[in-house]
RNA sequence: GUCCUUGUAGUGUAGUGGCCUAUCACAUCUGACUUUCUAUCAGAAAACCGGAGUUCGAUUCUCCGCUAGGACGCCA
């Protein structure tokens, strides 16, 4: 087998969406996996929707992701460059083969049309099977959605504007060519391009390359994932902290299986699993919940103070200021204790207040405390205990607890959900004896009284 | 409208012409543990889209239907 060369070909029109981002994760698997090449190439032909932001997405969310291509932007290995914008010399070279061979011709409105084959054209794909169309009857009518009718069309398409600007099916396949690509995953959205791009292959006298379309990637209910759906787009699992490895790992479970019990695999063995024929054909629904489950999975990989600075970087990352005001050691050692229940790291958002705000508490929690007619005497009692504590530590904490149970003749857990009320104001939240234990003696303290107050007035 | 693709629990999946009263995981519910919990451990509930056909036998093969998705641009 010829050297294995796969690519992923993105347009810079937007953000990165999590369907590129797999994609790319595929081209690049199955390449590595054979040992060969992957290739990034920007298809920027279309300049009124390109945005140098865009570029910047795509880089950005592979880089992070950690698909290192051996040919592209800032790579080249001899068959750049690797910005569609930067090879027109190249399109009109090909264009004057085509013109001279009589496959394309310029049609009344100035465009470039190419001529298409009058005969039956077989695309043979890796998932989808193989189909065999007549571009000449297939293409000759167009769905109207005004009309909802079908038109007659030239099946002819075009592969260059009036303006003298390229199109995808034409800059694409040249490309392909020139880059060597001899493998190409996509999404199935290209499926029904591909009988063009094979006849084009066949009218430039390339050999073609093989076709794999892999599923689409939709919401959890089955529509299409736009940027404003959860996940769509790339950048929020970089800015909501995300482990790289934890976000390709979920990303190559949605439309590919090892076919057996795992899911939690260190990148190594996904690459020497990936192929073909562990790949599905039915689109993949989305699921956050999951892909976050797999993160707090990878979290709990990491050692305490790993945690603690990726915890602490994220915090930094998302400029606010409240982060920074709380000693630095208690900000730590609370990081530490919400360490287990945190999935993903926005979630320290939610556990932040239960450590490091003293008034208000959950209407909810409140009440449920305040239902125990028994309640404010033994946290009266608890508080007591709590005041004389003299090395304000969970052992010391915990003989309090003891002796405030013992006092009061009732077993801890009669008390303990009022105490979590007090102490952060929910009714849920991180263990309570570490969470007293790192907000110190006379601060939580005072909070308990206040909030008691409150619930009792 | 035409063409294409798909269909196993809510979600991602495994699997097979009879070992299928169908795998694993997330989510859900319950219990245990613990002082609490959104942690942990244990358990429960939950699916082969429908109809014909082939067959001794179909979730598995074929056809039809339906569902969902895609394509049909001087977008990519």
């Known amino acids: 087998m010829?050297?294995?060369?796969?690519?992923?070909?993105?347009?810079?029109?937007?953000?990165?969406?999590?369907?590129?981002?797999?994609?790319?994760?595929?081209?690049?698997?199955?390449?590595?996996h054979y040992g060969g090449e992957f290739v990034l190439r920007v298809e920027d032909t279309d300049a009124a929707r390109n945005t140098d932001e865009a570029v910047q997405a795509i880089f950005d969310g592979l880089r992070w992701l950690e698909l290192d291509w051996d040919a592209g932007p800032g790579k080249d290995d001899g068959r750049g460059p690797y910005f569609q914008s930067q090879r027109t010399d190249l399109y009109e070279r090909q264009l004057d083969l085509l013109m001279k061979a009589d496959r394309a011709y310029v049609?009344?409105?100035?465009a470039v049309r190419f001529r298409v084959p009058d005969e039956p054209v077989t695309v043979s794909d890796k998932i989808c099977g193989s189909r065999t169309v007549n571009l000449k009857e297939e293409g000759s009518t167009c769905y109207d959605p005004e009309t909802r009718q079908n038109v007659a069309v030239n099946p002819d398409f075009v592969i260059r504007r009036a303006d003298g600007s390229f199109?995808?099916?034409?800059?694409?396949?040249?490309?392909?060519?020139?880059?060597?690509?001899t493998h190409v995953i996509r999404g199935g959205d290209h499926l029904a391009n591909t009988p063009k791009h094979v006849a084009l292959f066949e009218a430039l006298g390339s050999p073609i390359p093989e076709f794999a379309h892999i599923p689409l990637i939709l919401n959890k209910n089955g529509s299409k994932?736009?940027?404003?759906?959860?996940?769509?787009s790339m950048d929020t699992y970089i800015r909501d902290g995300f482990l790289p490895s934890a976000v390709r790992n979920y990303l190559s479970l949605l439309g590919w299986s090892p076919k057996d019990d795992r899911e939690k695999m260190p990148i190594e063995d996904i690459i020497a699993l990936f192929d073909y024929d562990h790949l599905n054909h039915a689109n993949a629904k989305f699921d956050m919940e999951k892909c976050q489950w797999l993160n707090s999975q990878?979290?709990?990989?990491?050692?305490?103070?790993?945690?603690?600075?990726?915890?602490?970087?994220?915090?930094?990352?998302?400029?606010?200021?409240?982060?920074?005001?709380?000693?630095s050691a208690t900000v730590d050692a609370a990081l530490r204790v919400m360490r287990p229940k945190i999935k993903h790291l926005p979630e320290i958002r939610d556990h932040w207040p239960r450590f490091f705000v003293d008034d208000g508490i959950d209407l909810e929690a409140a009440a449920k405390v305040a239902a125990d007619p028994?309640?404010?005497?033994?946290?009266?009692?608890?508080?007591?205990?709590?005041?004389?504590?003299?090395?304000?530590?969970?052992?010391?904490?915990?003989?309090?607890?003891?002796?405030?149970?013992?006092?009061?003749?009732?077993?801890?857990?009669?008390?303990?959900?009022?105490?979590?009320?007090?102490?952060?104001g929910a009714a849920q939240g991180t263990d309570l004896l570490p969470t007293l234990a790192v907000v110190g003696s006379e601060r939580m303290l005072h909070r308990l009284g206040r909030r008691l107050a409150e619930i009792f007035p």
């Open 298 to 327: 990878y979290l709990a990989d990491l050692d305490a103070g790993a945690f603690v600075k990726l915890a602490r970087d994220w915090m930094a990352s998302t400029g606010e200021q409240g982060w920074l005001q709380e000693n």
């Open 374 to 424: 028994s309640a404010k005497l033994q946290l009266d009692v608890v508080l007591r205990h709590l005041a004389i504590v003299e090395h304000w530590n969970e052992d010391a904490i915990t003989e309090a607890l003891d002796a405030a149970a013992e006092e009061l003749g009732i077993k801890k857990g009669k008390f303990m959900f009022g105490l979590r009320v007090l102490a952060t």
């Open 167 to 181: 199109l995808f099916h034409f800059v694409n396949v040249v490309d392909d060519i020139a880059m060597a690509i």
């Open 225 to 232: 994932m736009s940027k404003r759906d959860e996940g769509a």
């Open 107 to 110: 049609d009344d409105g100035g």
């Open 2 to 32: 010829t050297q294995v060369r796969t690519r992923f070909a993105p347009s810079p029109t937007g953000y990165l969406h999590v369907g590129g981002a797999r994609t790319a994760l595929f081209n690049w698997l199955f390449a590595r």
